[in-house]
């Protein structure tokens, strides 16, 4: 078997398929009437009633076309091919039945590699057998496998496209989750460091008091430093051989610095409430972060919008960060599916045990909201 077709037929499905949407039930609403009416108002077609009955009866592949992709094509093209050779007329030769091309879309938009290539025999015989019977003429077969073809090269055009984002989403996420590991690194390496430097002290001041906690503060050193360079390959090979970041990470009192950032452009006010001292450094980063990306999105993005609010309030259990802006309600923003910024504030707050929401405001502007624990507990 040749490679490029075999790499085709362990092509897997495409994942997440909708069962029934309302779209399906509306499609349904549509093409019924139509095929009743077409059967009342053509003179031409032969064994009106049979022609109805059967479009009708094919009318309900429509409903499980995304789940069962394979299973609809071969009901739907095998009954019509074989429809005119054992109807009488030129059965299922409709208008209305042109809802078949949804399933060749569909067949290439979700089946696996093998349905693909199976379905697509059904329709090929389909469109074939027409013309050998002489249902369609030479002209009408051309236009069909021309018709189907586009048909079929949009489904996979669209499945491309949507396996290409969904890969730039997990890009994101495992981006966001590389910032936070370099968070992570900071902190933990501040306490093993502090842990080798007191080992080390403490190996000092037992020269005059030797004893059993010799050997121990020896072990705690070992122990500690050997942590520190293990942690440091790992963040070593998350950053991908990039040079290491030694700038310092940022903390939720630097979310203070936005509101005097941008000369230009909207202003952006800053309100930080609660007692925010003890806050555990990826906490504060996070908020930060979020902070950032929600205001530079808001800059980028709300037009005609004068002011930017940020406020984080803290209680004993959380921090809430809200990011505001007085945008036109009109703007575009990616409400039905979250951009790439969008979700990798999700997937850090993720993280963190919290959560990250965004959306448009009753009046007008857009808001993003987190919330985050206060102890910053991991998913």
Known sequence: MHPRLRAVLAEPRAPDAPARVWR????????????VLEGIFRPDLPWRVGCVVVALALLPTLLWRRTQPLATVAIAFGFTT?????????ACQMYATSFLVLLSYTLFRWGSGRDAVLGSAFVAA???VAGLAGSISGGEVVAGFAV???????GAAVRFRAAARLREFDRVKLLERERLARDLHDTVAHHVSAMAIRAQAGIA??????????EALRVIEAEASRALTEMRAMVRVLRRDQPADLAPSPRVADIERLAGRFRAGPAVDVEIRGDLGDLPPTVGSALYRLAQESVTNARRHARHAT??????AADDTSVRLRVSDDGEAGTIRPAGSPGFGLMGMMERADLLGGTCEAGPNPDRGWTVTAVLPRAGVGA
Request: hydrophobic share 65%; no cysteine.
């Open 205 to 214: 001041a037992s020269a005059s008091q030797p004893g059993a906690a010799v």
């Open 24 to 35: 399906d039930w509306a499609l349904i609403a549509v093409f019924a009437p139509a095929i």
């Open 82 to 90: 074989v429809a005119p050779l054992v109807l009488p007329g030129d």
């Open 307 to 312: 002011r930017i609010e940020v406020s984080v």
């Open 126 to 128: 389909k469109v074939a």
């Open 148 to 154: 189907m073809f586009a048909a079929a090269t949009l």
